[in-house]
């Protein structure tokens, strides 16, 4: 019954256009076929997956999902304290658990991308972090395409139990040069005094169009921190992740590192409700344009509690006199005892500052690598050592396909 209902909600927003962001033809990429096996084994695209943070040794792993296009390879956590579950194993393990936290953080309902998930995607995880469980080390997601035309559109449920601690690791990336589009939904649920820390590395093709739906719901003293990085170009990219504080005392710190050449389309940004007493925000984000990339870059604070606070950083950098940039912060209080705050800046590389660098010995290569290595920097509170390595690693491959 409670499926049927969530089925009619989504097949009524089948033609809702997002409200941002170019409108993509979803039927083109819906095949009426039967689920094929795939004929890849991870160890033939072990180079892929390593470029967007998985590691198939799984040594230093707590657990991991495997997905290529709709099929679901592996799901198992190798730790007490964790569960990792695909969707279908979630509807017979959890029984009606798993309807306290099934499209309540992102509505079905919100476009034809989160109606398309619910109707005709597959696959999908669930993690589960237990009450008071600190899982020291990450888990990894992999979600990888190949195929031309292939629509991949599983549903995420990330469930932090009070006073518990989770990261998660998602690498989404893809096989040759082809049309593809995914659409996946990731809802995330951070229960009293939690902790999530969630890392996602897009490496996608310039043919792809990437629609992320994501939303998360944070409790007291809870905190929720999202990093998210694009690799590459890709045809089209939107994504507006909506965090919802609704505890006293609670964080959330959401920040992406966007890099777009060609003809590419990126569309990204954020929004975080301050609901509860004392709640923090920030949202950052660096863009970094070449040729004839278009970049928007949206973020929003909402101010709705006394003493919260919140910061919006938006900047990007221009390297091509092509590339068309725009920055849209917004602040909205209601109450009087807020304090938010934005800043947004566009920009190119300063011939000042590389001449300085060349003349201090480095090459103009060189200048310009420390420079915009410089500009994706983003300090990450409380962040791991070797997270921090994982997302330099990342801005490195971005550093080296720009020179």
């Not at 096989?175 to 902790?195: C, N, P, Q, W």
Request: glycine share 6%.
């Amino acid at each position: 019954m409670r499926i049927k209902l969530y089925k009619d909600k989504a097949k009524k927003a089948l033609n809702k256009k997002a409200k941002y962001g170019p409108d993509v033809d979803i039927k083109r990429f819906i095949k009426d076929k039967k689920i094929l096996e795939p004929s890849l084994e991870i160890s033939e695209i072990s180079k892929e997956l390593e470029q967007v943070g998985i590691d198939i040794t799984e040594k230093f792993r707590a657990g991991s999902y495997y997905q290529i296009n709709d099929i679901v390879l592996s799901a198992y956590s190798k730790v007490p304290g964790l569960k990792v579950l695909s969707l279908e194993q979630a509807y017979d393990e959890l029984g009606d658990e798993l309807w306290n936290y099934y499209w309540k953080a992102v509505p079905v309902d919100a476009d034809k991308f989160t109606a398309t998930v619910e109707l005709v995607g597959r696959g999908g995880y669930i993690i589960i972090a237990k009450k008071n469980s600190k899982i020291t080390m990450p888990v990894q997601t992999c979600l990888f395409m190949y195929g031309n035309e292939i629509l991949q559109a599983p549903h995420n449920i990330i469930i932090a139990e009070e006073g518990s601690e989770l990261t998660v690791i998602t690498g989404c990336t893809q096989m040759r040069e082809t049309s593809l589009l995914h659409a996946g939904v990731s809802e995330f649920y951070i229960e009293r005094g939690a902790k999530v820390t969630f890392i996602m590395i897009h490496s996608w093709a310039r043919r792809t169009h990437v629609r992320p739906r994501t939303g998360a719901i944070v409790k007291e003293g809870g905190e929720f921190v999202s990093h998210y990085i694009n690799l590459n170009p890709v045809q089209s990219l939107q994504t507006y992740p909506n965090v919802r504080i609704i505890g006293d005392k609670a964080r959330a710190n959401v920040s992406s590192i966007v890099y777009s050449s060609l003809e590419s389309y990126a569309d990204v940004g954020a929004q975080i409700f301050l609901g509860g007493r004392e709640s923090r925000g920030e949202i950052i984000s660096r863009g970094l344009l070449k040729d004839n990339a278009k970049y928007i870059a949206r973020a929003k604070l909402i101010g709705a509690n006394k003493e919260v606070k919140g910061h919006i950083e938006c900047n990007t950098l221009l390297l091509s006199d092509d590339a068309i940039a725009m920055t849209i912060p917004k602040l909205e209080a209601f109450n009087k005892n807020v304090a938010l705050t934005h800043e947004a800046a566009i920009g190119k590389l300063s011939r000042e500052h590389i001449q300085y660098l060349i003349a201090r010995g480095f090459s103009e290569r060189e200048a310009i690598s420390i420079l915009v290595r410089g500009f994706m920097k983003i300090e990450i509170r409380g962040l791991p050592e070797s997270l921090m390595k994982l997302i330099n690693q990342a801005i490195d491959m971005i550093t080296k396909s720009i020179l």
